[in-house]
C-alpha cells in the first residue's frame, strides 16, 4: 500500500482527527491511537484499522511515554487548541529535536494563533468564520450548515491529510520533518476558493438562495416524489435541460427561457407538480441512462444495493457486517486496504505497542500500577 | 516548495480539476493547462499559477502534441467521461508505455466504470447518488445541496490531490506511476463515512432535520440578528451550552438543553 512502514500517532478527538489517521490507516499507514484512560469508546467511530494506546497525558511520566513513542514515528497527529502540547512539554521543538524527521500536524478549529485559537468551538462555527456558511442556504431562510461535512470533514480531516502527505513526499528530498497547521476556518475557505473567485461573476448576483448553484434555479435542486422520496435535478447545460424537459413531458416552447431568473420560482412549482406524480422508481426508468443530469437521491442504505455501487464495489463490510463506503481515490497499483477488523477497544493494544516501542515487561507493569497507562487487553475466547 | 520541480498537464475541465490542479501549483508544482482553442476564459477562474496551452486534442496531430508532453511530465490530469481519453488514442496504457512513471489521474464525478459511468452530471446529482444528500436538509424540506463544495470541491478536486499525494510518495520508493479512479460518487461518500459509521447511534435517530447535526438542536443552528445578520451557534457540550445559556439571558434560570 501507498503509506506501507509509515508509523502514525493520533492523540484522540472528535472527528476530524479521527477521520484523517483512519484515511492514512486506510492507505496502509500503522496508527496508534492516543486515548485517555477511562474513556468508554471512541466516540468518532472512526477507528478502522488502528491500535489503541490508553495513556495518561497530564501526567509527565504519561508525556515522557508519548515522547518515546514520537521519537521513532513518522508523523503526529494532534487536535488541542494551541498552547496545550506545549504545557504538556510535547511541542513540536521538544519533539522534533529528538526526532527531526517527525511530522508534527496540528489540526484544530481556529489554528494556532489569532484572535480566536484559544476558544471552543464545532463545525459550525469555523464554516461561519471561514465566510462560506452565508452562501448556503435556501432563499428566505437562514444560512444552513450541511451536517459537519465542510468544515469536519473536508476542510478540516482531509485537508491535513494533504498536509500530511505533501510533508511525507517533501522528506523524500529534505530528509526533515515539518509543522503542520491545519486548522478548519481556513481550511474550508481554501475549499472554497471558487467562491471567492467568482464572487463578482453572475453565478452568485441574487440573494442567497436564488441563484444557480443554491436552490434557486428548477433545473439544480431536489424534488419530491409521488412516494416521498426525491430526485435530484442538475441540468445546467441547455443540451441537458432539453433532455431534462423532454423526460418531464414538458414541450420547451411552452416554458420560459431556462435562464429566465425571475421565472425561476413558477418553473419550481410547475416542475415539482411533474415529479409529484411518478414514484421514484418510474422516474429512474426514464432519466436512467440519459444525460438529463437527473439521478435518484439514494438514501445511505439504498446506495448500497444502487446498480451503480454494487457493479463498483463502492461499499466494504466488515467483519461486523456493518457497510461503509470503500476508501477513495481508486488507486491502480497501491490501493487502499481497509481494515476487515471492527473498531480496537480504547486501551486494548496498549502492552503491545509499548513494547514494540522497547519499553520492558517492567516499565510497562510499573506504568500500568501507576495508571499512566491502561490496558484492556480482549481475552482470547475460549 | 513541497513540489518544486513536479510537472502537471492538467486538461481543462469545469471545476474539480481546476481546483485540483491549482492546488498543486500552488504547493509548487509547474502546471501546464490544455484548453480547447477558440475557450474564451476559463470559467472555472482557478486558473492561480497556471500557463495556458490552446491545443486541438480531437486531431491527431494534437494528440501527438499531447503525447509528447506527457511523456515528460509527471501528473496528467483529465476530466472526461471514461472512454474519451482512449478513443483520443491518449489513454493510460499508451501514455504509461511511453513514460512509466506518469501519474496518470482520472478525475470524473461517476467513475471509469459502472452503469452510469458515461452519463452526464453535476455535483448536485454526484452528491445524491452517494447517499449523503438525503441527509442534509431542514425539518419537513427537501435535501438540499450545499452549492457545489461536497462533490465537486471536497469529494472530487480535494480528494483527487490526495491520490496524486499518495501516488507521487509511493513513486519515491517504487519508481511507477499510477492510474487514479478519482470521482465524485465514491469521494464524498468516503468523505462522510462518519455518517455509515454512526448510522444506528442516536446521532441519527429522528427524521431529516431534527437531529442535533442537521438544524434540529437549538443549539447548532444560526439565528438571524436585529440588523438581519446571523450568528452561528455550536454549543454540544454541557459546559459551553451553560456558556451560550449566560450569554443569552445573564444568569436566568432556562429550561435543560435537552427540552430546550
Same mark, same amino acid.
Request: proline share 5%; hydrophobic share 40%; with cysteine.
Given at each position: 500500500?501507498?503509506?506501507?512502514?509509515?508509523?502514525?500517532?493520533?492523540?484522540?478527538?472528535?472527528?476530524?482527527?479521527?477521520?484523517?489517521?483512519?484515511?492514512?490507516?486506510?492507505?496502509?499507514?500503522?496508527?496508534?491511537?492516543?486515548?485517555?484512560?477511562?474513556?468508554?469508546?471512541?466516540?468518532?467511530?472512526?477507528?478502522?484499522?488502528?491500535?489503541?494506546?490508553?495513556?495518561?497525558?497530564?501526567?509527565? !511520566?504519561?508525556?515522557?511515554?508519548?515522547?518515546?513513542?514520537?521519537?521513532?514515528?513518522?508523523?503526529?497527529?494532534?487536535?488541542?487548541?494551541?498552547?496545550?502540547?506545549?504545557?504538556?512539554?510535547?511541542?513540536?521543538?521538544?519533539?522534533? !529535536?529528538?526526532?527531526?524527521?517527525?511530522?508534527?500536524?496540528?489540526?484544530?478549529?481556529?489554528?494556532?494563533?489569532?484572535?480566536?485559537?484559544?476558544?471552543?468551538?464545532?463545525?459550525?462555527?469555523?464554516?461561519?468564520?471561514?465566510?462560506?456558511?452565508?452562501?448556503?442556504?435556501?432563499?428566505?431562510?437562514?444560512?444552513?450548515?450541511?451536517?459537519?461535512?465542510?468544515?469536519?470533514?473536508?476542510?478540516?480531516?482531509?485537508?491535513?491529510?494533504?498536509?500530511?502527505?505533501?510533508?511525507?513526499?517533501?522528506?523524500?528530498?529534505?530528509?526533515?520533518?515539518?509543522?503542520?497547521?491545519?486548522?478548519?476556518?481556513?481550511?474550508?475557505?481554501?475549499?472554497?476558493?471558487?467562491?471567492?473567485?467568482?464572487?463578482?461573476?453572475?453565478?452568485?448576483?441574487?440573494?442567497?438562495?436564488?441563484?444557480?448553484?443554491?436552490?434557486?434555479?428548477?433545473?439544480?435542486?431536489?424534488?419530491? $416524489?409521488?412516494?416521498?422520496?426525491?430526485?435530484?435535478?442538475?441540468?445546467?447545460?441547455?443540451?441537458?435541460?432539453?433532455?431534462?424537459?423532454?423526460?418531464?413531458?414538458?414541450?420547451?416552447?411552452?416554458?420560459?427561457?431556462?435562464?429566465?431568473?425571475?421565472?425561476?420560482?413558477?418553473?419550481?412549482?410547475?416542475?415539482?407538480?411533474?415529479?409529484?406524480?411518478?414514484?421514484?422508481?418510474?422516474?429512474?426508468?426514464?432519466?436512467?441512462? $440519459?444525460?438529463?443530469?437527473?439521478?435518484?437521491?439514494? $438514501?445511505?442504505?439504498?446506495?448500497?444495493?444502487?446498480?451503480?455501487?454494487?457493479?463498483?464495489?463502492?461499499?466494504?463490510?466488515?467483519?461486523?457486517?456493518?457497510?461503509?463506503?470503500?476508501?477513495?481515490?481508486?488507486?491502480?497499483?497501491?490501493?487502499?486496504?481497509?481494515?476487515?477488523?471492527?473498531?480496537?477497544?480504547?486501551?486494548?493494544?496498549?502492552?503491545?505497542?509499548?513494547?514494540?516501542?522497547?519499553?520492558?515487561?517492567?516499565?510497562?507493569?510499573?506504568?500500568?500500577?501507576?495508571?499512566?497507562?491502561?490496558?484492556?487487553?480482549?481475552?482470547?475466547?475460549? | 516548495?513541497?513540489?518544486?520541480?513536479?510537472?502537471?498537464?492538467?486538461?481543462?475541465?469545469?471545476?474539480?480539476?481546476?481546483?485540483?490542479?491549482?492546488?498543486?501549483?500552488?504547493?509548487?508544482?509547474? &502546471?501546464?493547462?490544455?484548453?480547447?482553442?477558440?475557450?474564451?476564459?476559463?470559467?472555472?477562474?482557478?486558473?492561480?499559477?497556471?500557463?495556458?496551452?490552446?491545443?486541438?486534442?480531437?486531431?491527431?496531430?494534437?494528440?501527438?502534441?499531447?503525447?509528447?508532453?506527457?511523456?515528460?511530465?509527471? &501528473?496528467?490530469?483529465?476530466?472526461?467521461?471514461?472512454?474519451?481519453?482512449?478513443?483520443?488514442?491518449?489513454?493510460?496504457?499508451?501514455?504509461?508505455?511511453?513514460?512509466?512513471?506518469?501519474?496518470?489521474?482520472?478525475?470524473?464525478?461517476?467513475?471509469?466504470?459502472?452503469?452510469?459511468?458515461?452519463?452526464?452530471?453535476?455535483?448536485?446529482?454526484?452528491?445524491?447518488?452517494?447517499?449523503?444528500?438525503?441527509?442534509?436538509?431542514?425539518?419537513?424540506?427537501?435535501?438540499?445541496?450545499?452549492?457545489?463544495?461536497?462533490?465537486?470541491?471536497?469529494?472530487?478536486?480535494?480528494?483527487?490531490?490526495?491520490?496524486?499525494?499518495?501516488?507521487?510518495?509511493?513513486?519515491?520508493?517504487?519508481?511507477?506511476?499510477?492510474?487514479?479512479?478519482?470521482?465524485?460518487?465514491?469521494?464524498?461518500?468516503?468523505?462522510?463515512?462518519?455518517?455509515?459509521?454512526?448510522?444506528?447511534?442516536?446521532?441519527?435517530?429522528?427524521?431529516?432535520?431534527?437531529?442535533?447535526?442537521?438544524?434540529?438542536?437549538?443549539?447548532?443552528?444560526?439565528?438571524?440578528?436585529?440588523?438581519?445578520?446571523?450568528?452561528? &451557534?455550536?454549543?454540544?457540550?454541557?459546559?459551553?451550552?451553560?456558556?451560550?445559556?449566560?450569554?443569552?439571558?445573564?444568569?436566568?434560570?432556562?429550561?435543560?438543553?435537552?427540552?430546550?
Amino acid at each position: 500500500m501507498a503509506l506501507q512502514g509509515i508509523l502514525v500517532v493520533e492523540l484522540a478527538g472528535l472527528a476530524p482527527g479521527p477521520f484523517c489517521a483512519m484515511v492514512l490507516a486506510d492507505f496502509g499507514a500503522r496508527v496508534v491511537r492516543v486515548e485517555r484512560p477511562g474513556s468508554h469508546y471512541d466516540v468518532s467511530r472512526l477507528g478502522r484499522g488502528k491500535r489503541s494506546l490508553a495513556l495518561d497525558l497530564k501526567q509527565p !511520566r504519561g508525556a515522557a511515554v508519548l515522547r518515546r513513542l514520537c521519537a521513532r514515528s513518522d508523523v503526529l497527529l494532534e487536535p488541542f487548541r494551541s498552547g496545550v502540547m506545549e504545557k504538556l512539554q510535547l511541542g513540536p521543538e521538544i519533539l522534533q !529535536r529528538d526526532n527531526p524527521r517527525l511530522i508534527y500536524a496540528r489540526l484544530t478549529g481556529f489554528g494556532q494563533s489569532g484572535s480566536f485559537s484559544r476558544l471552543a468551538g464545532h463545525d459550525i462555527n469555523y464554516l461561519a468564520l471561514s465566510g462560506v456558511l452565508p452562501k448556503i442556504g435556501r432563499n428566505g431562510e437562514n444560512p444552513y450548515a450541511p451536517l459537519n461535512l465542510l468544515a469536519d470533514f473536508a476542510g478540516g480531516g482531509l485537508m491535513c491529510v494533504l498536509g500530511i502527505m505533501m510533508a511525507l513526499f517533501e522528506r523524500t528530498r529534505s530528509g526533515k520533518g515539518q509543522v503542520i497547521d491545519a486548522n478548519m476556518v481556513e481550511g474550508t475557505a481554501y475549499l472554497s476558493s471558487f467562491l471567492w473567485k467568482t464572487q463578482k461573476s453572475s453565478l452568485w448576483e441574487a440573494p442567497r438562495g436564488q441563484n444557480i448553484l443554491d436552490g434557486g434555479a428548477p433545473f439544480y435542486t431536489t424534488y419530491r $416524489t409521488a412516494d416521498g422520496e426525491f430526485m435530484a435535478v442538475g441540468a445546467i447545460e441547455p443540451q441537458f435541460y432539453e433532455l431534462l424537459i423532454k423526460g418531464l413531458g414538458l414541450k420547451s416552447d411552452e416554458l420560459p427561457n431556462q435562464m429566465s431568473m425571475d421565472d425561476w420560482p413558477e418553473m419550481k412549482k410547475k416542475f415539482a407538480a411533474v415529479f409529484a406524480k411518478k414514484t421514484k422508481a418510474e422516474w429512474c426508468q426514464i432519466f436512467d441512462g $440519459t444525460d438529463a443530469c437527473v439521478t435518484p437521491v439514494l $438514501t445511505l442504505e439504498e446506495v448500497v444495493h444502487h446498480d451503480h455501487s454494487k457493479e463498483r464495489g463502492s461499499f466494504i463490510t466488515n467483519e461486523e457486517q456493518s457497510m461503509s463506503p470503500r476508501p477513495a481515490p481508486l488507486l491502480s497499483n497501491t490501493p487502499a486496504i481497509p481494515s476487515f477488523k471492527r473498531d480496537p477497544f480504547v486501551g486494548e493494544h496498549t502492552e503491545e505497542i509499548l513494547d514494540e516501542f522497547g519499553f520492558s515487561r517492567e516499565e510497562i507493569d510499573q506504568l500500568k500500577s501507576d495508571k499512566i497507562i491502561e490496558s484492556n487487553k480482549v481475552k482470547a475466547s475460549l | 516548495m513541497a513540489l518544486q520541480g513536479i510537472l502537471v498537464v492538467e486538461l481543462a475541465g469545469l471545476a474539480p480539476g481546476p481546483f485540483c490542479a491549482m492546488v498543486l501549483a500552488d504547493f509548487g508544482a509547474r &502546471v501546464v493547462r490544455v484548453e480547447r482553442p477558440g475557450s474564451h476564459y476559463d470559467v472555472s477562474r482557478l486558473g492561480r499559477g497556471k500557463r495556458s496551452l490552446a491545443l486541438d486534442l480531437k486531431q491527431p496531430r494534437g494528440a501527438a502534441v499531447l503525447r509528447r508532453l506527457c511523456a515528460r511530465s509527471d &501528473v496528467l490530469l483529465e476530466p472526461f467521461r471514461s472512454g474519451v481519453m482512449e478513443k483520443l488514442q491518449l489513454g493510460p496504457e499508451i501514455l504509461q508505455r511511453d513514460n512509466p512513471r506518469l501519474i496518470y489521474a482520472r478525475l470524473t464525478g461517476f467513475g471509469q466504470s459502472g452503469s452510469f459511468s458515461r452519463l452526464a452530471g453535476h455535483d448536485i446529482n454526484y452528491l445524491a447518488l452517494s447517499g449523503v444528500l438525503s441527509k442534509i436538509g431542514r425539518n419537513g424540506e427537501n435535501p438540499y445541496a450545499p452549492l457545489n463544495l461536497l462533490a465537486d470541491f471536497a469529494g472530487g478536486g480535494l480528494m483527487c490531490v490526495l491520490g496524486i499525494m499518495m501516488a507521487l510518495f509511493e513513486r519515491t520508493r517504487s519508481g511507477k506511476g499510477q492510474v487514479i479512479d478519482a470521482n465524485m460518487v465514491e469521494g464524498t461518500a468516503y468523505l462522510s463515512s462518519f455518517l455509515w459509521k454512526t448510522q444506528k447511534s442516536s446521532l441519527w435517530e429522528a427524521p431529516r432535520g431534527q437531529n442535533i447535526l442537521d438544524g434540529g438542536a437549538p443549539f447548532y443552528t444560526t439565528y438571524r440578528t436585529a440588523d438581519g445578520e446571523f450568528m452561528a &451557534v455550536g454549543a454540544i457540550e454541557p459546559q459551553f451550552y451553560e456558556l451560550l445559556i449566560k450569554g443569552c439571558w445573564g444568569m436566568l434560570q432556562f429550561p435543560s438543553q435537552k427540552t430546550a
